[in-house]
């Protein structure tokens, strides 16, 4: 893991949105970076103002999806050459070493695409994190920053977060339970009569931390049960409902 990397995990480990060895990783860092620490302490000091310490929801998607797994290339000895005739041996010895080689030369480029890729897919991933963790942070920390929340009829609860000053808000779903196997959580910013898709969970999914752009003119904030994949309009009747206005 790079610097960069492990900067860009100060997020996620205030919000305790990390795996084992990430947290480990980061705990040694933090013995070494004063800089790491104090921005810890104050994401940490901030997400004590939401209530009945619901900051315990990991981000969304974005952690979830992130780490997707990158396929390996695993290049295996070329197999051994038939038994063949006296006469045509050396011709034969020479042609399949020959194939050998140009084989390993392409499993070998064809490795170093596949970790050239790794390395820009890691460096965007960091990018993406680094840049989500800014913004949940200036939202988090704004002075007119209001918070609220209401529990889920099926066990949970949602808490909404808007500033503003920000001009945005922070969703923070944390359910009991997930939905049944065919059906998801979606979340709603409602304008009105109007109704608008915030962010879909996976199936099985129950956490999920949403940046809302715009979220203060809103008038609420709704949880719904959908099929897998979302809907375009909430299914009746909605599982959470947080009045904003």
């Given at each position: 893991?790079?610097?960069d ?11 305790d949105?990390?795996?084992d060895l990430e ?15 104090s ?9 004590a ?13 974005l ?6 797994e ?9 197999p051994?050459?038939?038994?063949v ?12 070493a020959?194939?050998?080689v140009?084989?390993?030369?392409v ?10 890729d790794?390395?820009?897919?890691e460096?965007?991933l ?12 200036a ?10 929340q209401e529990p889920?009829t099926?066990?949970?609860h949602v808490t ?12 923070l779903?944390a ?9 998801v ?9 109007t ?10 999914q129950?956490?999920?931390l949403?940046?809302v752009?715009g979220?203060?003119?809103?008038s609420e904030v ?7 994949g979302?809907?375009?309009?909430p299914?009746?009747p ?8």
């Amino acid at each position: 893991m790079t610097t960069d990397d492990i900067h860009a995990l100060v997020g996620a480990y205030a919000l305790d949105a990390v795996d084992d060895l990430e947290r480990a990783a980061f705990d040694r860092h933090l013995r070494d970076c004063e800089a790491c620490r104090s921005e810890v302490t104050e994401l940490q000091e901030t997400a004590a103002r939401m209530a009945d310490g619901a900051w315990s929801v990991p981000p969304p998607g974005l952690r979830d999806r992130v780490l997707a797994e990158i396929a390996t290339t695993r290049q295996e000895a070329p197999p051994a050459p038939a038994r063949v005739r006296r006469s045509g041996g050396l011709r034969l010895r020479l042609t399949a070493a020959a194939a050998a080689v140009v084989a390993a030369a392409v499993a070998g480029t064809t490795v170093f695409v596949v970790q050239e890729d790794r390395v820009r897919h890691e460096r965007a991933l960091a990018e993406q994190a680094r840049s989500g963790d800014s913004r949940v942070r200036a939202i988090l920390q704004s002075p007119d920053l209001v918070v609220r929340q209401e529990p889920l009829t099926t066990g949970g609860h949602v808490t909404v977060a808007s500033s503003r000053l920000q001009d945005a808000g922070v969703i923070l779903l944390a359910a009991r339970e997930a939905p049944a196997e065919d059906r998801v959580f979606e979340l709603w910013t409602l304008h009105g009569a109007t109704a608008l898709r915030a962010g879909t969970l996976d199936p099985g999914q129950t956490r999920i931390l949403q940046v809302v752009e715009g979220l203060p003119d809103s008038s609420e904030v709704g949880v719904t049960v959908e099929r897998v994949g979302g809907s375009d309009t909430p299914t009746q009747p909605m599982v959470g409902d947080v009045k904003l206005t």
